[in-house]
């Protein structure tokens, strides 16, 4: 609870919520308001940001084959430099509510298939040009285009029109989608001038930063941008700098020489060591994204659905979150859905190991014989032991599980969506409606365990247009018992995002749906003297 | 001099070598090309990533010309080489020549002062292993160099960043040098990664100093000079050196093209912008040209280099200088 106390104090103080919302909040905590309205205080005083210097970090995931063009697909280092340099539309908060940027209103009809999205004004771009609604329609239209190669045609598919009303811009869906303010939250859809039509990868954006420095795969900098419409909020250091540092020893190394001031993906196996080091703090947060067996529901022996609940509880996913994420990450239960989405159904009993009860389900499912289950450390890190321990526990049920390496070069063209049971990784997105329509829907771009369940896809369409919150939780519950009992994926557990900061970075508010702060570290925080 | 080699079998030895190494090199090129293509995995879906779209896979394919023959692309390639034009990136659309020039700058930079320290230091080390063979500084020296040859160069690595960048914090952990950086600057960044090169090929250098000369120790001449009473340092350098230059020259080539094209493992210990990491993020994206590109230059680098060895060898050959 404290620790949500301080993140609320936090955007108070950084204007992104209001007294009066803060005191009601705190309230709801058990807090009584004097004593609220004193924390409120020490935290204005203790977090008012630090402007000036230079803003370091180490991250891990960049390539000398990185762009600047916010369309092409990225890691770590080219997220955070777009959340510099770049705006965009919606942003979601820690706590899965939406936050307003260059849009200043969002409002739907009736049907959820017309939205209109208030364009704020005076924004200005690095080139000292103003954001326009023209720019934001253009930058829409480039990424859902059909012959777009945008990481964000998948989530703009449903749009039907997209025009300018005066100072609006109004987005016509094919069908209706209650979501779609969250879709705008896509890290892809920096709006840029002219959608970036003429020059995609100039780095122009309206964000707090302007590029100054970009070496692709080696490091990315940036000065403060004068302008920037909400500089009270994001941008405080004088400059940012992002180092590519791909090796994890090297990350923690320069962290630890104090060359950068945080690094993320910290290995679950070191983290209490680095824990150790003085001045380093340790920011860990469950995030969407988990690790997941695949099984394809439509080809033998995995059709039969007997066969999928006996692998399902063969599992012994407390062992496998101890030993190959160290507890650095949350159990899975057998769908894609964890509580850092909103609307969680956190109602669905855990599954736990059971091999009696697989043993009997494998019995009557008929099947004999060793069954192949193909990995890699691609697919996710520590998968090749995760297999292993998955083959032992198998074996206390009586099922023989055959574990292949696959080599990792070409794992997802060669295994991925190729084999019928297999490792792999799922990122996870920001609604359910979104992870589900990506890879559960019997049509599904990546169904990439060959599900096919017209009552799930029935469901998944009611919940798109579903407004009152309470009956759309209850379908997406129904929903995850359906994949849960005789979907394909095998869920062990959600992985952590773990991420290090010195003691004297401040502003550090962990986010479920990426690392770094969703990428924002940078921006929105500031060195302590 | 001049005179000397007119007419000789020499100036003829040295053409055919460099004949030789180009004719390699356009057989290189063909390997390098064939390997490029059966490099499992899609061009266009590993630009696009594993959350690409088939439509986007399919647009990039078309606009990547992936489907033309390869005997095709091959001769379009090696044209363009020959012209000076090392085509453009798949993923990033830049011309090669931009981004790789600087990458290339930056090895050679972290090779040469590897080479700087390391070259001088093996042969002097190697010199005095001999005139003390045998006795407890020749087995000092060897022992060092054993043992340091003997362990995988990231742990060198790790230890000189746990003790010289963490600890003692004298030096950098992260090597990132970049245009316009202070040449001192630039320096001291790299003080960690030189040690760390000059620690892995200085026992394979200094080994083969001190057993060529040895060598040419046991020869006549040597005893010759012995009984004419010169010291045993004098004998070493001026008589039995240069008599084993050519096998040296040989090693010192041969870790120099390493220090070139083999560091990969070194540029991301300590996160040096160097071709080893832009070859290696290329390959993961199927960047087929850039791969190829760099390959070619890796290619010519080992090949000239040894060109280099071959031509001082035979220089070094008092038999080729004066012929009868």
């Known amino acids: 609870m404290s620790q949500e106390l301080d993140y609320l104090s936090c955007r108070v103080v950084a204007g992104r919520m209001s007294r009066r919302e803060f005191l009601g909040r705190a309230t709801a905590l058990g807090m009584s308001a004097a004593f609220a309205n004193s924390l409120l205080a020490g935290a204005a005083e203790a977090q008012a940001p630090r402007k000036g210097g230079i803003l370091k970090a180490g991250l891990q995931g960049g390539g000398a084959t990185d762009s600047l063009d916010p369309a092409l697909p990225a890691g770590a280092p080219p997220i955070a430099f777009g959340r510099c340099w770049g705006e965009v539309l919606i942003e979601v908060t820690p706590d899965n509510r939406i936050e307003y940027r260059i849009a200043q209103e969002i409002g739907s009809s009736k049907d959820a298939k017309t939205w209109t999205l208030k364009i704020r004004k005076d924004i200005p771009f690095h080139n000292g040009k103003e954001v326009t609604p023209q720019d934001v329609v253009a930058t829409l239209e480039r990424h859902s285009n059909k012959e777009s190669k945008s990481g964000a045609l998948?989530?703009?598919?449903?749009?039907?029109?997209?025009?300018?009303?005066?100072?609006?811009?109004i987005i016509t869906l094919k069908e209706p989608n209650v979501e779609l303010p969250y879709l705008m939250t896509d890290y892809h859809l920096i709006i840029q001038p002219n959608g970036g039509k003429d020059a995609p990868a100039a780095g122009i954006g309206a964000g707090p930063y302007k590029v100054t420095v970009n070496e692709p795969g080696v490091r990315h900098g940036g000065e403060k941008f004068k302008d920037y419409w909400q500089g009270d909020n994001l941008g405080h250091a004088d400059q940012i700098e992002i180092i590519v540092i791909n090796d994890a020893t090297a990350r923690i190394s320069a962290l630890q020489g104090k060359q950068v001031h945080m690094i993320n993906r910290v290995e679950p196996k070191v983290v209490?060591?680095?824990?150790?080091?003085?001045?380093?703090?340790?920011?860990?947060?469950?995030?969407?994204?988990?690790?997941?067996?695949?099984?394809?529901c439509d080809t033998p022996p995995f059709n039969n659905v007997d066969l999928r609940i006996a692998l399902k509880l063969a599992l012994d996913r407390e062992q496998m979150l101890d030993k190959i994420l160290r507890g650095y990450g949350s159990l899975g239960n057998d769908f894609p859905i964890n509580n850092a989405y909103p609307l969680f159904p956190d109602d669905v009993e855990q599954r736990t190991f059971d091999p009696d009860k697989a043993k009997f389900h494998y019995q009557k499912s008929g099947h004999s014989g060793p069954i192949l289950l193909r990995t890699s450390d691609l697919a996710f890190p520590g998968a090749v032991d995760a297999a292993q321990l998955y083959q032992q526990s198998c074996a206390k049920a009586g099922i023989t599980l055959e574990v292949k390496r696959e080599p990792g070069d070409g794992y997802w063209t060669e295994v991925w969506q190729k084999q019928p049971f297999y490792a792999s990784y799922w990122t996870g997105r920001s609604t359910q409606d979104q992870m589900y329509s990506s890879a559960y829907l019997s049509t599904a771009e990546w169904n990439d365990t060959h599900f096919f369940n017209d009552k799930f896809d029935k469901l998944l369409k009611e919940a798109r247009a579903e407004l009152d919150q309470e009956k759309r939780k209850n379908l997406y519950r129904e929903m995850a018992n359906i994949v849960r009992d005789e979907g394909g994926v095998i869920v062990p557990f959600f992985n952590q995002f773990i991420d290090a900061t010195w003691s004297g970075v401040k502003g550090f508010v962990k986010h479920p749906a990426r690392d770094m702060c969703n990428g924002y570290a940078l921006a929105q925080c500031w060195i302590e003297a | 001099?001049?005179?000397?080699?007119?007419?000789?079998?020499?100036?003829?030895?040295?053409?055919?070598?460099?004949?030789?190494?180009?004719?390699?090199?356009?057989?290189?090129?063909?390997?390098?090309?064939?390997?490029?293509?059966?490099?499992?995995?899609?061009?266009?879906?590993?630009?696009?990533?594993?959350?690409?779209?088939?439509?986007?896979v399919a647009n990039l394919r078309q606009e990547l010309g992936l489907n033309d023959p390869a005997y095709m692309r091959y001769f379009q390639w090696v044209g363009g080489v020959l012209t000076g034009d090392l085509g453009k990136a798949l993923t990033t659309r830049q011309e090669i020549t931009?981004?790789?020039?600087?990458?290339?700058?930056?090895?050679?930079?972290?090779?040469?002062?590897?080479?700087?320290?390391?070259?001088?230091?093996?042969?002097?080390?190697?010199?005095?292993?001999?005139?003390?063979?045998?006795g407890p500084v020749d087995k000092a020296i060897s022992g060092f160099a054993l043992a340091s040859t003997s362990l995988p160069e990231f742990f060198i690595g790790y230890l000189l960043i746990l003790f010289l960048a963490v600890k003692l914090?004298?030096?950098?952990?992260?090597?990132?040098?970049?245009?316009?950086?202070?040449?001192?600057?630039?320096?001291?960044?790299?003080?960690?990664?030189?040690?760390?090169?000059?620690?892995?090929?200085?026992?394979?250098?200094?080994?083969?100093?001190?057993?060529?000369?040895?060598?040419?120790?046991?020869?006549?001449?040597?005893e010759t000079a012995e009984l004419k009473g010169l010291s045993a340092l004098d004998i070493i350098c001026k008589h039995a050196f240069p008599n084993a230059i050519a096998p040296i020259v040989n090693v010192v080539m041969l870790n120099m093209a390493y220090l070139v094209v083999g560091v990969v493992v070194i540029e991301v210990i300590f996160v040096y912008p160097g071709m080893g990491q832009y070859l290696v993020d290329h390959v993961v994206k199927r960047d087929v040209p850039v791969v190829q590109a760099v390959g070619l230059i890796f290619a010519a680098v080992y090949i000239g280099l040894n060109i280099v060895a071959d031509v001082a060898a035979i220089l070094a050959n008092p038999r080729l200088r004066h012929p009868k």
């Open chain 1, 272 to 296: 209490d060591l680095v824990k150790r080091v003085p001045g380093v703090t340790i920011q860990n947060v469950t995030g969407r994204g988990c690790y997941l067996f695949n099984m394809f």
């Open chain 2, 169 to 222: 914090q004298w030096f950098p952990s992260i090597s990132t040098v970049y245009d316009g950086m202070p040449f001192l600057e630039k320096l001291k960044a790299i003080v960690l990664p030189v040690i760390a090169l000059v620690i892995v090929v200085l026992a394979h250098m200094m080994r083969m100093t001190r057993a060529a000369i040895l060598n040419v120790m046991q020869s006549a001449y040597i």
């Open chain 2, 98 to 134: 931009v981004t790789l020039m600087p990458r290339l700058w930056n090895t050679l930079f972290l090779a040469f002062w590897a080479a700087a320290v390391s070259i001088p230091l093996s042969i002097i080390l190697g010199l005095i292993a001999v005139r003390f063979r045998n």
């Open chain 1, 154 to 169: 998948g989530v703009l598919r449903g749009i039907e029109t997209i025009r300018v009303d005066g100072g609006d811009v």
């Open chain 2, 1 to 56: 001099m001049k005179g000397a080699f007119r007419g000789s079998p020499v100036l003829k030895l040295v053409a055919q070598r460099i004949a030789l190494g180009i004719f390699l090199l356009f057989a290189v090129s063909v390997l390098i090309f064939a390997g490029t293509q059966i490099l499992p995995g899609d061009v266009a879906q590993s630009i696009l990533g594993q959350s690409a779209t088939p439509e986007a």
